[in-house]
């Protein structure tokens, strides 16, 4: 992770990645209401990134999501039906933030894999 105002961001994440079954990432001590944008891919590059480490491939990119007031920023849908086992994903959420170096926080990153 890469500290902002809050100290470093945490990324966690719960669910069983079995299709239909409902999987969350949260994040914490984020900025509060600061934008984050969540990075996925299917390998881990490791990259120097605005200061920090870019873990993920970035592959897919959502952005224009907020945390909330106290820094957190749930993200919760039903794992879709269809990914092969064994697949792993890379997680890592980025966060504007003045604090943070070139204006960046980042959070840990998370692996996980399709049983």
Same mark, same amino acid.
């Given at each position: 992770g890469?500290a902002g105002t +809050?100290g470093?961001p945490v990324?966690? $994440?719960a669910?069983g990645?079995? &299709?239909g =079954? @409902?999987v969350?990432?949260? /994040?914490?001590r984020a900025?509060?209401?600061?934008l984050?944008t ?5 390998? +881990?590059i490791?990259l120097?990134?605005k $200061?920090g480490?870019?873990?993920? &491939?970035? =592959? @897919?990119l959502?952005v224009? /999501?907020q945390?909330n007031?106290a ?5 919760a ?5 269809g ?7 890379y ?5 504007a933030d003045?604090?943070?170096p070139?204006?960046?926080?980042a959070?840990?990153?998370?692996r996980?894999?399709?049983p």
């Open positions: 890469l +809050q470093v990324l966690s $994440g669910g990645l079995c &299709a =079954e @409902v969350s990432l949260t /994040l914490t900025k509060s209401n600061g984050v969540l990075v996925a891919g299917l390998s +881990q490791g120097p990134f $200061g480490t870019l873990v993920p &491939a970035p =592959e @897919v959502i224009g /999501l945390a007031a820094g957190q920023l749930v993200l849908a039903p794992w879709p039906v990914v092969p086992s064994g697949i792993e994903l997680w890592q959420e980025w966060i003045p604090v943070g070139k204006g960046f926080s959070s840990n990153a998370l996980s894999t399709v």
